[in-house]
């Protein structure tokens, strides 16, 4: 199955990506539509692979927003239980560190640091 990506992570949703899903459940591209200004001078695999990767790391914050505070989560229009992304904020630097605004607290987070110890370190402060 394949379908067209727009990480929301990028500068002005500028990222396209045609990806696929493999077997195994991994994505994988197969063709990139546009580069955002962050990602233009990088070869089509590396700005996919960079893309994703920034777009995990947001992802795996959100998820640990979550686990402090279960308020994040909503239902869709089928009952489905969703994430309150309304509620949380982000943005890369031209530098690519994330910082993710929620609850009026920031987390800075670069690449390779350890998720659960700096949102639970942010949130735990009052």
């Not at 500068?11 to 962050?38: E, H, P, R, T």
């Not at 969703?82 to 609850?103: A, C, E, N």
Request: glycine residues 8%.
């Amino acid at each position: 199955m394949s379908t067209r990506w727009t990480p929301d992570t990028c500068a002005n949703l500028g990222c396209v990506f045609d990806i696929y899903f493999n077997n195994s459940g991994g994505m994988a591209l197969k063709n990139v539509v546009s580069k955002c200004k962050d990602h233009a001078g990088l070869d089509d695999q590396t700005a996919f692979n960079n893309a994703h990767k920034e777009n995990s790391i947001r992802m795996d914050v959100v998820r640990e927003l979550v686990k402090h505070d279960p308020t994040l989560i909503k239902l869709n229009e089928r009952g489905e239980q969703i994430i309150d992304m309304t509620r949380i904020d982000s943005t890369y630097d031209k530098d690519r560190k994330l910082s993710v605004f929620f609850g009026g607290k920031t987390i800075n987070i670069e690449a390779g640091q350890d998720v659960v110890s700096i949102v639970s370190g942010v949130i735990n402060v009052d």
